[in-house]
């Protein structure tokens, strides 16, 4: 390459952002810290990373199975969703006191189809029993059993066209990215607040000592090593609190999301009971069920896939918690 051309590249303006990139990094500067954004290089440091975060936020709502109905016929003949639900009610119970399925409902655009879709999640839990059991032509009791059941299921972004809940779930996704970063920005602030007190703790301890003319006990050298210690691990934490430091460390954050945000196939072989078996051919009854499951910011199992309700059932849901509360309310 030439002088004349090198140069000519140089002074080339800077190309636009993308506008889903443009979007994503006003969402890190109010997220994480607005004073990010008043920083030199944050769109340069941070333009690249964040467009690799949203493509892994693409794939991995891209990976979300489903949609799948739910609703008493899927309870009774589907065995995930059988599974999912201790009774075909607790569908109704789950519909009727979701908030998310309210404000929804109470949108105009909720009457654009007679079905919506949204995120389904939940947690699975185990606990260990003694049940009765056939073994062959025996019927044992208090045999060990391992009860599969499922907690806090939840429906998340509504709506009546797929791709909009999809949009809505690829966004909640970078949100989730940039809470934990925030976290973690919070922590390394609550440890300087520490540091802080701690060493003003020291300070006045050594002055103390000074005053009593023990400067050369070892209480004292003590002490000195100890003020010594915190001054340092206050001058790494200010450092790295810098916005600069904010920006890079970020950057190489959203450049591995992986263990922040993901997804893991999860693989389970139960009865129409719960009951978790090692051999779905042992068992009539039995089913293998296939699920990812999500770990998110509060490093808690999730369940997550994507479910198709239809309105008028979500509509009769609410209103019948709704009556239910306030016959609670009179009673």
């Known amino acids: 390459m030439s002088l004349f051309s090198a140069v000519a590249d140089f002074l080339k303006p800077t190309p636009p952002l993308d506008a889903n990139v443009a979007r994503a990094l006003d969402r890190v500067a109010e997220l994480v810290d607005p004073m990010l954004k008043h920083t030199a290089g944050f769109e340069k440091h941070l333009a690249g990373p964040v467009q690799h975060a949203l493509g892994y936020c693409d794939g991995l709502v891209a990976h979300l199975p489903g949609p799948i109905d739910i609703n ?56 260990k029993q003694l049940g009765m059991e056939q073994q062959g032509d025996v019927i044992r009791n208090d045999v060990p059993q391992l009860v599969l059941y499922f907690s806090g299921q939840t ?47 020291e300070r006045t301890h050594l002055s103390g000592l000074g005053l009593r003319g023990t400067t050369g006990s070892p209480a004292y050298a003590m002490g000195t ?14 450092e790295a609190l810098m916005p600069e430091h904010l920006i890079a460390a970020l950057a190489e954050y959203l450049q591995a ?12 072989t139960v009865d129409r009971l719960g009951i978790v078996r ?53 009673i």
């Open 72 to 127: 008493r016929h899927a309870f009774a003949n589907d065995p995930l969703v059988h599974a999912l639900f201790a009774t075909a009610d607790d569908i109704d119970q789950m519909l009727g006191r979701s908030q998310a399925i309210r404000d929804f409902l109470s949108e105009p655009c909720s009457w654009e189809s007679d079905h919506f879709y949204a995120m389904f999640a939940a947690r699975r839990q185990q606990k």
């Open 155 to 201: 429906l998340i972004e509504p709506n009546c066209q797929l791709e909009n809940t999809l949009r809505g779930l690829r966004c909640k996704a970078l949100e989730s990215l940039l809470h934990t970063f925030h976290s973690h920005v919070e922590l390394l602030r609550h440890e300087r607040d520490g540091l802080r007190a701690d060493a003003v703790v």
């Open 225 to 238: 090593r100890h003020l010594a210690e915190l001054s340092e691990k206050l001058q790494q934490n200010a």
């Open 257 to 268: 999301p992986e263990p922040a945000l993901h997804l893991t196939p999860v693989t389970i």
């Open 278 to 330: 090692d051999d779905a051919n042992a068992d009539l009854s039995a089913h293998t069920l296939n699920f990812p499951e999500l770990t998110a910011r509060d490093r808690r199992l999730h369940l997550a896939m994507l479910a198709r309700i239809r309105r008028d059932e979500a509509v009769e849901a609410v209103e019948m918690v709704r009556d239910q509360q306030h016959r609670f309310m009179l």
